[in-house]
């Protein structure tokens, strides 16, 4: 029979207290064993595509690890994630720092990258044949083309630019573009024309045997050899198709989060994360969280593999 005086239960009490106290955790609310709430109560009020330019860099446990990151690179695909990205003077572009994150080093055959304007700052133009995507997740760009007609680019616009087409990008405060740019494909008697959108004036696209929301910003037709895809997954929703294929994939976490398969491997991801998928890489991806997962993607279109260059 056990029995306990009131000087040792009082002993007793007073060391659960203490070491509750040292340990910062309480017996009500959440519970000892749960972690702080990340969930910021002010996202409603950000910018669209904050966290692309805002991400969060490392779990909190995480953050005083030195040499932590989420950023991995194998033969067939990589993930680089924010507190990975290097930035330096962007060739050609004036005030303008950028970070290159897919290029042919890693087996690619395009070239993806984020460029920071400043302001006052001036984009460059691309190599002699390389035609070049642009889409704006922060701020705003005035696009001139060579005949002087300027297009004020704002979040969520987007812009391709012909190979060898004369234009120029100007910014007066502070702007984020993710760019792609790639040799392009060229096929007898097709000339891509400059063209200049914005995600939410691209129709919805059926997704036969898919739940996600599929927008495309490019036209389907064979003068362009790739196009850029904006996909939206609420909570919960996954692909249906586990894919494999010949394409490419270039891919920037908009808004959200979830899981990646990418071959054998399993990556928890967010946004302002990216992802290069090589040809016949495995891929899948769930939308974890509590608010939609939107990417951007670029996929090779509309040529022959056996004429790739």
């Known amino acids: 029979m056990w029995s306990f005086s009131a000087h040792s239960h009082g002993a007793s ?11 910062g955790v309480t017996f009500g609310g959440e519970g000892i064993c749960s972690a702080p709430s990340i969930i910021d109560s002010g996202a409603d009020s950000k910018p669209l595509y904050y966290k692309v330019t805002n991400p969060t860099l490392s779990p909190s446990h995480l953050q005083d690890l030195p040499g932590y990151t989420r950023s991995v690179y194998k033969r067939d ?3 680089i994630t924010p507190e990975s990205q290097v ?3 962007l060739p050609g572009w004036t005030k303008t720092l950028g970070a ?3 290029t042919p080093a890693l ?8 460029a920071q304007m400043q302001e006052k700052s001036i984009s460059g133009l691309p190599p002699h044949d390389v035609e070049r995507f642009l889409f ?7 696009l001139t083309n060579s005949s002087g007609i300027s297009e004020r680019l704002t979040v969520d616009s987007f812009a391709y630019l012909p190979p060898n087409f004369d234009h120029s990008m100007k910014c007066d405060s502070s702007a984020t ?3 792609f740019e790639r040799r392009y494909a060229s096929l007898e008697n097709h000339h891509p024309k400059q063209i200049i959108g914005s995600t939410d004036k691209q129709p919805l696209l059926e997704t036969p045997g898919e739940i996600f929301q599929l927008r495309k910003l490019l036209p389907m037709s064979m003068v362009y050899d790739f196009n850029v895809h904006i996909m939206d997954f609420e909570p919960g929703e996954f692909l249906n198709v586990k894919e494999v294929h010949y394409n490419q994939h270039g891919l920037l976490l908009l808004e959200g989060q979830g899981i990646y398969r990418l071959g054998e491997n399993w990556y928890p991801v967010q ?4 992802i290069w998928m090589a040809p016949f890489v495995p891929q899948w991806y769930a939308a974890l969280g509590k608010t939609r997962s939107r990417y951007l993607l670029y996929k090779d279109t509309n040529r022959d593999p056996l004429d790739h260059k």
């Open 136 to 142: 704006v997740v922060q701020g705003a760009v005035k």
């Open 100 to 102: 290159y994150l897919i």
């Open 13 to 23: 009490l007073l060391i659960i207290i203490t070491t509750s106290s040292l340990l």
């Open 107 to 114: 087996g690619a055959h395009f070239v993806m990258y984020l």
């Open 87 to 89: 930035f330096s003077p």
């Open 77 to 79: 695909h990589a993930l």
């Open 177 to 179: 573009l993710v760019v």
């Open 271 to 274: 946004s302002g994360d990216v």
